[in-house]
Nanobody, 115 residues
Framework: QVQLVESGGGLVQPGGSLRLSCAAS????????MAWYRQVPGKQRELVAR???????NYADSVKGRFTISRDNAKNTVYLQMNSLKPEDTAVYYC?????????WGQGTQVTVSS
């Protein structure tokens, strides 16, 4: 079983930056992937960025060039650096952990981009 705790969300003006953090604990050994998803009311949860335990990354087209996902394996923590934020980025952001045994979700953190 894996537990995920997100932090770093909040209110930011358009063009600003935020860094989200997700700390994982529990049964996290072996190959895995960690990812950030986001969801707004009435829409399906969508993948924002993913990083594997080997360091391979991928991003949604809408955030390429603005967001960067990284992980610190020593701290079992994944980060999402969000720059040049737009109002369209407003959503609840969820951390996800996936390994061969299953997938796990954090509780989510609200990101609001507004002037």
């Amino acid at each position: 079983q894996v537990q995920l705790v997100e932090s770093g969300g909040g209110l930011v003006q358009p063009g600003g930056s935020l860094r989200l953090s997700c700390a994982a604990s529990g049964r996290i050994s072996g190959t895995n992937a960690m990812a950030w998803y986001r969801q707004v009311p009435g829409k399906q949860r969508e993948l924002v960025a993913r990083i594997t335990s080997g360091g391979t990354t991928n991003y949604a087209d809408s955030v390429k060039g603005r967001f960067t996902i990284s992980r610190d394996n020593a701290k079992n923590t994944v980060y999402l650096q969000m720059n040049s934020l737009k109002p369209e980025d407003t959503a609840v952001y969820y951390c996800n952990f996936q390994n061969i045994r299953g997938g796990y979700w954090g509780q989510g953190t609200q990101v609001t981009v507004s002037s």
